[in-house]
């Protein structure tokens, strides 16, 4: 685990307002909890069947959550630049894992190891603000599961692509374009199809 940098810092502590504030007391020691951590490509930073020991905020880089079943990868969902990754019912439960976190290209996490979180939720200072974060961080998940269900009972993989392109293009073309087919429940021919309808000059 490296130190974190000043602008990192205050990359997170930008990002991080919609769930919780500090003020500089309390950042001052929130801060001393948290590690930083290089993944390389493919390499994972959860495994089904193992316990997911951190909750992480990507820097920089992306990464996909998949299981599998039968034997085939199957895509679910990705986390970029500025937003959280975890496998967070086995970080709360102590469970294990029953999917797998994987890097899309090197990237940069800052980490809170379950041990560490325990410490500030015991903390008289952080307590609270960390409750409520956890909460928050819960919620956000909880709408991530409904929007995807929901999206599959409504949209078609076109109108869910136009939503994923939304993170931006340029997000997109550092994803191998199975795994977007593998999310979207198309296959990659039909992703060719309408990527051509999409993006190509009328």
Aim: aromatic share 12%.
């Amino acid at each position: 685990m490296d130190a974190l940098t000043q602008a990192q810092l205050n990359q997170f502590r930008e990002r991080i307002t919609p769930y919780v504030t500090f003020n500089e007391a309390e950042w001052i020691v929130f801060i001393q909890h948290l590690q930083v951590s290089h993944y390389k490509k493919k390499q994972h930073f959860a495994e089904a069947g193992k316990v997911c020991n951190y909750f992480g905020f990507i820097l920089s880089g992306s990464v996909r959550y998949y299981n599998i079943i039968d034997g085939n990868e199957i895509t679910g969902y990705f986390s970029f630049e500025n937003e959280l990754a975890s496998s967070y019912k086995s970080f709360l439960t102590g469970e294990p894992a029953i999917n797998y976190i994987q890097a899309l290209e090197p990237s940069t996490i800052i980490l809170i190891n379950r041990k560490n979180m325990d410490a500030m939720l015991n903390n008289p200072m952080l307590a609270y603000k960390m409750e409520r974060f956890g909460r928050l961080v819960a919620e956000h998940y909880l709408m991530c599961y409904e929007d995807r269900v929901t999206s599959f009972l409504t949209e078609t993989p076109e109108e869910r692509y136009l939503k994923l392109l939304q993170t931006g293009k340029d997000v997109l073309q550092r994803i191998p374009q199975h795994y977007i087919a593998n999310f979207l429940g198309i296959t990659p021919v039909s992703l060719s199809r309408i990527r051509k309808r999409i993006l190509s000059p009328s």
